[in-house]
């Protein structure tokens, strides 16, 4: 029998939830980007609006909680954009293997305790499970060769701009 008649299945996109396992120190962010507003009374979320550009939070997010209550987060690598919540949860989508989610949930995590914008109750921080070394690994040399293929595309399109 030929494949033809066949149902076929790939995976373009995989949507995750996770949690921090943490609250948001909202208070927190407010003390260290000027110009964020917080009013819990009025919405459980902060909001901060540039004039130019206009766009809003850390950088690659955007929160516009009149719109969205949640705050999105457009990561380079791995390529995902992760909902991020008050509550400490989270949804990432755009991943198009399992890996890639908890690499990114882990390089949140770090980033947000990296700017002190997560705290921890107790002496001990909550850690997500280890990710496979084999995996790992195998992301690590699909991401640098896709870095090593792009470098060599820019590198002859600009050797044939000079021709």
């Known amino acids: 029998m ?3 008649g066949r149902a076929f299945i790939n995976i373009e996109n995989v949507v995750a939830s996770a949690t921090l396992k943490q609250q948001i120190d909202l208070n927190a962010i407010v003390r260290v980007f000027p110009g964020v ?3 819990p009374e009025q919405f459980p979320g902060l909001v901060y609006r540039l004039k130019k550009p ?3 939070s850390l ?20 390529k995902v954009v ?5 509550s400490g949860k989270l949804v990432c989508t755009g991943a198009k293997r399992e890996i890639q989610v908890g690499i990114a949930v882990n390089k949140l995590q770090q980033i947000l305790e990296l700017k002190n ?3 921890y109750e107790g002496t001990e921080k909550p850690r997500l499970p280890p990710l496979p070394a084999k995996e ?3 992301e690590r040399l699909k991401v640098e ?4 293929k792009l470098a060599k595309e820019k590198t002859e399109e600009k050797d044939e701009a000079e021709d």
């Open 2 to 4: 030929s494949d033809k």
């Open 37 to 39: 507003e917080y009013r």
């Open 54 to 56: 206009k766009t809003a």
């Open 59 to 78: 950088k690659k997010t955007m929160y516009e909680p009149e719109q969205f209550p949640g705050l999105i987060y457009r990561m380079d690598e791995p």
């Open 82 to 86: 992760i909902l991020l919540f008050a």
């Open 117 to 119: 914008l997560i705290f």
């Open 136 to 138: 790992l690994e195998k």
């Open 145 to 148: 060769l896709a870095k090593a």
